[in-house]
């Protein structure tokens, strides 16, 4: 079993900066893929950006390149994701999911944490 566990979310100004972190426990979690999705009430679920098991490829959405950055730290029987959000704009406040597991479908989701972003 994986369990996924965010922090880092919270409400910051237009322009500002915050860093999600997402810290992954269960003994095949290093091999598997990690990533974001976040959502807004009435909205679906929308990709973020995700990495691979090693931390050499990444993938991002359109609306957040060259603005967000993911990361992640494997060691031992733990994996940690990192999104540093930077730019921030409004139209980011949602809810932010960690997941985990092999794209497109992945099998675990962590709690959520929310992100606000104030204009």
């Known amino acids: 079993q994986v369990q996924l566990v965010e922090s880092g979310g919270g409400l910051v100004q237009a322009g500002g900066s915050l860093r999600l972190s997402c810290v992954a426990s269960?003994?095949?979690?290093?091999?598997?893929?990690m990533g974001w999705y976040r959502q807004t009430p009435g909205k679906e679920r929308e990709f973020v950006a995700a990495?691979?098991?090693?931390?050499?490829?990444?993938?991002?959405a359109d609306s957040v390149k060259a603005r967000f950055t993911i990361s992640r730290d494997n060691a031992n029987a733990e994996s940690t994701v990192y999104l540093q959000m930077n730019s921030l704009k409004p139209e980011d406040t949602a809810v932010y999911y960690c997941v985990a597991g092999v794209p497109p479908d992945y099998d675990y989701w962590g709690q959520g944490t929310q992100v606000t972003v104030s204009s």
């Open positions: 269960g003994r095949t979690v290093s091999s598997f893929a």
């Open positions: 990495i691979n098991w090693s931390g050499e490829h990444t993938i991002y």
